[in-house]
Nanobody
Framework: QVQLVESGGGLVQAGGSLRLSCVAS????????MSWYRQAPGKQRELVAF???????NYADSVKDRFTISRDNTKNTVYLQMNSLKPEDTAVYYC?????????WGQGTQVTVSS
């Protein structure tokens, strides 16, 4: 079955950086728009960054100029480079793939930013 597997989360001090990866299997990856979402305790899941199959990007205002989404279609992988991390970035980060009526979620990876 289709799998999206995230990695790269962890504990980091405020001001630090992390790079998340999401590897997709059993989909025609290059056709899919890819996104990163996050969910903090007690809050709704929110869109962090979006990357279309054609390369267009969109970011939540709270992460603009700090986070960068990218993809490598040869590796079926989407990345989220997170710089200048803040305690409010603490959340579980999820990878999301969508193409027409097909959509898939990863299992999530925890990011914790200490002050």
């Amino acid at each position: 079955q289709v799998q999206l597997v995230e990695s790269g989360g962890g504990l980091v001090q405020a001001g630090g950086s992390l790079r998340l990866s999401c590897v997709a299997s059993r989909i025609n990856f290059s056709n899919y728009a890819m996104s990163w979402y996050r969910q903090a305790p007690g809050k709704q899941r929110e869109l962090v960054a979006f990357l279309s199959s054609g390369g267009s990007t969109n970011y939540a205002d709270s992460v603009k100029d700090r986070f960068t989404i990218s993809r490598d279609n040869t590796k079926n992988t989407v990345y989220l480079q997170m710089n200048s991390l803040k305690p409010e970035d603490t959340a579980v980060y999820y990878c999301y793939a969508v193409f027409t009526r097909y959509s898939y979620w990863g299992q999530g990876t925890q990011v914790t930013v200490s002050s």
